[in-house]
């Protein structure tokens, strides 16, 4: 078993040598499928005697004993986090404080990065690399998007147009209102062709905010290409897509990339490798409640804060949220 495991190991690089861009959908481009924890374990595991090691321990034993170092990089190492917003408001609303980051905590978070040398990864790069065509990206590669295109986004997304975010538009309710979220406005298309030329990436989020596993071929077909189609009309756009509600299937998948869209984000978290499925690309949402730590934890994870962590971050967020809403009672009566 342990022997035939490594074997398939050493046998999957050498597929890769005759092929770097078939790595999504094999078991070496599963790397990044795994937690850090895990990670970590079968690092260390992988370099146990042969006949104590597990069976997927001598799979990556054999990968590693077959890799170059630049290919090990490429399997084990090379990996970006993609954060997610949605509203950057901190007007304090009630039922928003999963959706609303205040637009002063979202500048430090966006200060912290770049004080730690975290690097933003381009829309160009990021395909590039999916692809196969680049095969490294530094160390404390990183992503920001933005969901739905709120009207409160702009300006603190123009402040830092120079870190590449990326910002997912429903097109056919551009300059309307969030029915799906709070119903609050939402940008126009001058202010996204602001945002453009300032150097965010504008990408789809369908056309009517869809969840798409509910929709048949027609209007797959419409949501997909027809966002792509609107956002191609009016400015410079990407051809990357993030999935309304995170939700996708496997037809609404193979719909996204015969739609012409090169990538597709999830709202699963993790890390995302060379091997990721590009059409099922993970990422974390930072929340209202984010503390510069928790933040950089999962900046530097891509997953969720350890259960009891997060609800101690709720609990503390709380008593303050409170407070300034009392205080507005107490001017307004
Ligand atoms: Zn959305």
């Known amino acids: 078993m342990v022997e035939r495991a490594e074997l398939r190991g050493r046998l999957a690089v050498e597929a890769l040598r005759s092929d770097p861009r078939r790595l999504a959908g094999t078991?070496?481009?599963?790397?990044?499928?795994?937690g850090w924890k895990r990670r970590i374990v079968r690092r260390a595991l992988a370099r146990l005697p042969r006949s104590l090691r597990p069976s997927d321990a001598a799979f990556w034993a054999g990968v590693r004993s077959t890799a170059?170092?630049?290919?090990?990089?490429?399997?084990?190492?090379?990996?970006?986090?993609a954060l997610y917003y949605h509203r950057l408001a901190g007007d304090g609303?009630?039922?928003?404080?999963?959706?609303?980051?205040?637009?002063?905590?979202?500048?430090?978070?966006?200060?912290?990065?770049r004080?730690?040398?975290?690097?933003?990864?381009?829309?160009?790069?990021?395909?590039a690399f999916h692809a196969g065509e680049l095969t490294d990206l530094p160390p404390r590669s990183y992503l920001v998007t933005v969901d739905d295109g709120f009207r409160d986004c702009v300006e603190p997304l123009l402040r830092h147009a120079d870190v590449r975010p990326q910002l997912f538009v429903p097109t056919q309710e551009v300059g309307g209102r969030s029915w799906w979220a709070g119903d609050e406005p939402l940008a126009s298309w001058e202010e996204l062709e602001r945002l453009a030329s300032a150097g965010v990436a504008i990408g789809s989020h369908t056309r009517r905010h869809a969840s798409l596993p509910e929709l048949d071929g027609p209007a797959l077909v419409d949501e997909l290409e027809g966002s792509r189609r609107d956002?191609?009309?009016?400015?410079?756009?990407?051809?990357?897509?993030?999935?309304?509600?995170?939700?996708?299937?496997a037809a609404s998948r193979s719909a996204a990339r015969a739609?012409?869209?090169?990538?597709?984000?999830?709202?699963?978290?993790?890390?995302n490798g060379a091997g990721t499925?590009?059409?099922?690309?993970?990422?974390?949402?930072?929340?209202?409640?984010?503390?510069?730590?928790?933040?950089l934890w999962k900046v530097a994870t891509g997953e969720l804060l350890p259960a009891r962590w997060e609800a101690w971050r709720i609990r503390r967020a709380r008593p303050s949220s409170l407070r300034r809403?009392?205080?507005?009672?107490g001017r307004a009566a």
């Open 115 to 127: 004080l730690l040398r975290f690097r933003p990864l381009a829309p160009l790069d990021l395909q």
């Open 27 to 34: 078991e070496a481009g599963t790397w990044f499928d795994a």
């Open 259 to 271: 739609a012409g869209y090169r990538a597709a984000f999830t709202t699963d978290p993790g890390r």
């Open 93 to 113: 609303k009630v039922g928003q404080e999963r959706l609303d980051v205040a637009p002063e905590r979202f500048d430090r978070q966006i200060r912290l990065l």
């Open 325 to 329: 809403r009392a205080k507005r009672a």
């Open 277 to 295: 499925d590009p059409y099922q690309l993970r990422r974390i949402g930072v929340k209202a409640w984010d503390s510069r730590l928790s933040f």
């Open 231 to 249: 956002l191609e009309a009016r400015l410079a756009s990407v051809p990357l897509l993030a999935y309304p509600h995170g939700r996708s299937d």
């Open 68 to 81: 170059s170092r630049a290919e090990w990089r490429r399997l084990t190492r090379s990996s970006y986090v």
